[in-house]
């Protein structure tokens, strides 16, 4: 028996099936931990959980796989227990979690780990990804390979001074690709071997049309730890233990631009999803993978010539730079060039490291799916559609809060301290507003006082133009980058390279204005019209006397709000080791469905 939870998902309704029997979440240790310590958060992913008075949490940090394989869902990032430092050495993991639902997950043993005795994984395993590379990789069977950086932080071998992560790579493949849960991963038998320069974060690896070889881009030696662009290298080695250096700049600029091409987090290197005729075909990861360039690629020279010089921005907070306190960083995406088997998951998942602090633990950010917003000429993120999953109670089911007048504030009638861990979906409606008018100022308040919005931790604010030729409005959304309304970035949140991400987006004619805020205690996740613009906060300021949410409006225009739904959200963890779900999610048919149609 399933029964259907259903939810506002940008501007339409969406549906999966939720088993009438759910997985026994309350009894998973991370759900007790959660539920006694109170800035950690439920229904995102930490690091390995010790209970205890007080539990404990393993550190964690970038984001490096996340994929499906035979009905299972892994995610991979660095990570280790204590001592997370030798004589001042780093020592890394990549530990890995497994789900069948993408929302409850079960830590099972690393898929890297540290080994003293091995020369090559003393220190453990940085930066790279997770591919498919296709058939005739000795080890994969068809499926996923991890391609890491060993020992990234020890100069051994290296004379002259680097900025951060050593030029090495290793491979890693399943012990047992039969195996949906792949909990044994066999590295080595030694380091990747070079010829020509050596390279630090090993991206994507893809089979070539071109000859009988495999491509993998990664940061050449000479860049340093923010390199200046992608290379691509390849190989005709089976085991992929052996590289040369094909072409130092896979990537074609624009003539004139002024693009920096930073080189780091391993290159998430893709096809765009729902990419239009004539427009780009592929996606390669500016930053640590907040944003990504858009281009072609060509698959007779095996070059990349991006579009233009805007970046595409998946997430804003810390203003795009690398290591923001309290924001997205590091990212890693799923997908790969190879025919994926029948039945298997083909959307385009990504996940980052977020980062915490002394009272909030390091987590990774939600599961998102990315796609091309064909109307707004953009690449947008998204929740997975199976957050609704964890959905426990419905407060509010498209609701009208009628018309929100200047001056007001009206409070959502939520039970006391239901805003600490809320899915929720606001729509405002500016039909009503005259073509020449603007509206300002008006927005969302969450984990706020009850008696109004100031004190509150997070804004979703806007601003909306008048209608411009095309019809369209241009909507400015403040409350981004962790920072207040009305106040611009200031440390620990710089932009990166000093230029902020664009926080403007486009309002197309009909459409709502949508804001979706999910609020798991001290970590909220934000997305407007369907992820156009989106960021994350993780402030470890949770007060349980401030959970209200506000809808209020401080300009001059009234704006109607047709629409609000809420619903509180349970814990994200499942107690034991969650069998293989070989049936595909609704999102993965229709998925399938259209690259069936474009082929």
Not at 408 to 434: C, Q, R, W
């Amino acid at each position: 028996m399933w029964t259907a939870a259903v939810f506002l998902v940008g501007n339409h309704l969406a549906a999966l099936p939720r088993p009438s029997a759910p997985i026994s979440e309350n009894l998973a240790p991370e759900c007790a931990a959660a539920q006694s310590q109170l800035q950690w958060p439920q229904f995102h992913v930490l690091n390995r959980v010790t209970p205890g008075n007080p539990p404990k949490v393993d550190h964690l940090n970038d984001a490096n796989a996340i994929f499906e394989w035979k009905g299972m869902y892994h995610v991979m990032n660095q990570g280790a227990p204590p001592p997370t430092h030798v004589n001042s050495t780093p020592m890394v993991n990549w530990t890995h979690a497994v789900s069948s639902d993408l929302v409850h997950w079960y830590r099972v043993q690393d898929a890297v780990s540290n080994d003293p005795s091995k020369p090559w994984v003393r220190f453990g395993a940085c930066d790279g990804t997770a591919s498919f590379p296709g058939p005739g990789v000795r080890g994969a069977d068809g499926g996923p390979l991890i391609l890491f950086g060993p020992d990234c932080a020890d100069p051994t071998g290296f004379p002259h001074e680097q900025l951060g992560d050593y030029p090495r790579a290793a491979v890693a493949v399943p012990a047992d690709p039969s195996s949906p849960h792949l909990l044994d991963w066999v590295v080595g038998p030694s380091n990747v071997s070079f010829d020509g320069e050596p390279c630090s974060f090993p991206g994507k690896v893809w089979r070539s049309t071109r000859g009988n070889y495999w491509n993998m881009l990664c940061s050449p030696h000479w860049t340093g730890n923010w390199g200046s662009s992608w290379s691509r290298y390849t190989s005709t080695d089976p085991t992929l233990q052996n590289w040369s250096l094909a072409d130092p700049q896979f990537i074609v600029v624009p003539q004139g631009s002024t693009v920096h091409l930073d080189a780091a987090a391993g290159a998430l290197f893709n096809p765009i999803p729902n990419a239009v005729p004539g427009g780009p075909t592929h996606m390669l990861n500016g930053v640590t993978g907040q944003a990504f360039w858009l281009g072609t690629y060509n698959a007779s020279t095996e070059k990349f010539v991006i579009h233009n010089d805007t970046l595409h921005w998946i997430d804003l907070s810390g203003g795009g730079g690398g290591f923001s306190a309290g924001a997205a960083h590091w990212a890693a995406t799923s997908n790969s060039f190879a025919t994926r088997p029948k039945g298997s998951d083909n959307r385009l998942f990504w996940v980052a490291w977020l980062s915490g602090n002394a009272q909030v633990p390091n987590s990774l950010t939600l599961v998102r799916t990315l796609n091309y917003d064909a109307a707004a000429g953009q690449l947008v993120s998204y929740p997975v559609e199976e957050y609704t999953r964890l959905h426990t109670v419905s407060y509010l089911v498209n609701h009208s809060m009628g018309s929100l007048l200047p001056g007001s504030v009206n409070t959502l009638p939520l039970p006391p301290t239901a805003g600490a861990a809320l899915d929720l979906e606001v729509a405002f409606d500016m039909s009503n507003l005259p073509p020449t008018a603007t509206a300002a100022k008006f927005g969302v308040a969450v984990r706020a006082p009850r008696d109004g919005i100031a004190g509150a931790a997070n804004f979703a604010e806007f601003s909306v133009s008048a209608t411009q030729t095309n019809g369209r409005r241009m909507v400015a959304v403040d409350g981004v980058m962790n920072r207040m309304p009305g106040k611009g970035p200031t440390p620990p949140y710089p932009c990166h390279r000093n230029v902020c991400p664009p926080n403007i987006t486009t309002l197309l004619p009909t459409e709502r204005l949508t804001v979706r805020v999910l609020i798991d205690k001290p970590t909220v996740e934000i997305f407007v019209l369907g992820g156009r613009i989106a960021w994350v906060m993780n402030d470890g300021h949770f007060d349980p006397n401030q959970t209200s949410v506000h809808l209020y409006n401080s300009g001059s225009h009234a704006v109607s709000v047709p629409l609000v739904s809420a619903f509180g959200m349970g814990c994200g963890w499942a107690n034991a080791l969650p069998s293989a779900d070989t049936r595909l999610a609704p999102a993965a048919v229709e998925q399938k469905a259209r690259n069936t149609e474009k082929n």
